[in-house]
Nanobody, 115 residues
């Protein structure tokens, strides 16, 4: 089993930046992909960005060129650098780990983009 804890959310003005962090613990060896998802009020949860254990990246079209996902395997951390934030990026952001035993989710962190 994998436990995930997110941090770094908050309130930011349009055009600003935030960096989300996700700390993984537990059965780290079973993780083959990690990602960030988000869910806005009244909308379905959607993939924002993902990174495989081999370093392959995947981004939603809406965040390409603005967001960067990275991982530090030594620290069991995954990060999401969010730049040029827009009001439509407002959502609860969740860290996800795809493991050989299924998906694990963090508790979520709120990101609000507003002037």
């Amino acid at each position: 089993q994998v436990q995930l804890v997110e941090s770094g959310g908050g309130l930011v003005q349009p055009g600003g930046s935030l960096r989300l962090s996700c700390a993984a613990s537990g059965s780290i060896f079973s993780i083959y992909v990690m990602g960030w998802y988000r869910q806005a009020p009244g909308k379905q949860r959607e993939l924002v960005a993902a990174i495989t254990s081999g370093g392959r990246l995947n981004y939603a079209d809406s965040v390409k060129g603005r967001f960067i996902i990275s991982r530090d395997n030594a620290k069991n951390m995954v990060y999401l650098q969010m730049n040029s934030l827009k009001p439509e990026d407002t959502a609860v952001y969740y860290c996800n780990a795809g493991t050989t035993r299924g998906n694990s989710w963090g508790q979520g962190t709120q990101v609000t983009v507003s002037s």
